[in-house]
């Protein structure tokens, strides 16, 4: 079983579209959203939930009124100010510590597990889709990466899938660091601008970090075409083998706007180079 991952240094290099392509291209394979902050592949997959589970991270404290005596002490202990003057804890503000908990001479506050966010089973018209969503001001998006991954591998050893397909997080942070786990090869879209030259560097260089082959494709070259002529070099000079460049095209985004995967749209420049690139790349990683 391969696991292949699609990530981009930046956002809005085109990662997620060409990822849709690929589910719509790919056979016998689990979908995967890894940018659990802001998942959207499932707006072109036209999915159908399954399964929802609550995902639980860290702790957070919860004051037992009736046994409060407002003392104030745990106001004091706070170094992050999470205690207002009301004795009221702002969750926001909180950083799960417990040490007001720990503080508290009454025993009235208890540390809870937190409900930061939920993870999905989907069905697609192009196969299973596990994916998730973080909560607005919630942490641990690595752990909730890493259990996405999980579900996705049991489906398809249950059902015999021979692909992962995982649509990564942009940046090098936790969700990626988490998403390059164990994977076969990851493919870093990139983009002919300054900001996308110097994103896709520091994640190759993660990538290089753990030990994860690289490919990339450099999405709407020709809109630049001396920046993709340095960003060609550079993934040259560090043995990154260039999957393919896609020429900018409108039909794109009409896709997008009717909820469909460039392949499925209709024909044009970027429909075609993205199904070479499949083809290259399934043949290359032998998926």
């Known amino acids: 079983m391969k696991e292949l991952l699609v990530i981009s240094g930046k956002g809005g290099t085109g990662k997620t579209i060409i990822t849709g392509a690929f589910a ?9 959203d890894c940018d659990v902050d802001a998942a959207d592949l499932h707006l072109i997959l036209h999915h ?4 929802a589970h609550l995902f639980k991270s860290g702790k957070l404290p919860i004051i037992d009124e009736n046994r409060c005596t407002q003392c104030g002490i745990c106001r004091e202990v706070c170094r992050f100010g999470a205690v207002k003057e009301d004795i009221i804890i702002s969750h926001i503000d909180c950083e799960g510590c417990g040490f007001c908990s720990f503080a508290c001479p009454q025993e009235a506050i208890t540390m809870v597990e937190n409900v930061s966010g939920e993870w999905y089973i989907s069905d697609t018209r192009y196969g299973p889709l596990v994916h998730a969503r973080l909560r607005p001001a919630d942490e641990n998006s690595g752990k909730l990466v890493t259990l996405v991954k999980k579900k996705a591998r049991e489906i398809a050893e249950k059902h015999g899938h021979d692909l992962i397909l995982i649509d990564g997080s942009p940046g090098i942070g936790c969700p990626v660091i988490a998403s390059l786990s164990g994977v076969s090869c990851a493919i870093i879209v990139t983009e002919p601008t300054i900001s996308g030259l110097h994103d896709a560097t520091r994640v190759v260089e993660v990538a290089n970090h753990f030990g994860v082959p690289v490919r990339a494709i450099v999405n ?11 960003i060609e070099k550079y993934f040259t000079r560090n043995g990154v083998g260039i999957a393919g460049k896609i020429a900018f095209d409108e039909s794109v985004v009409r896709a997008m706007v009717q909820g469909k995967t460039i392949v499925e749209y209709a024909d044009g420049i970027a429909k075609d180079t993205v199904q070479k690139i499949w083809e290259r790349l399934a043949e290359d990683l032998a998926i």
Do not use: F, P, Q, S
Not at 48 to 51: F, R
Not at 220 to 230: C, I, R, S, V, W
């Open 24 to 32: 719509a291209l790919a056979r016998n394979k689990v979908i995967v």
């Open 48 to 51: 159908t939930v399954k399964e």
């Open 220 to 230: 709407k070259y020709d809109l630049n075409a001396g920046m993709t002529e340095k």
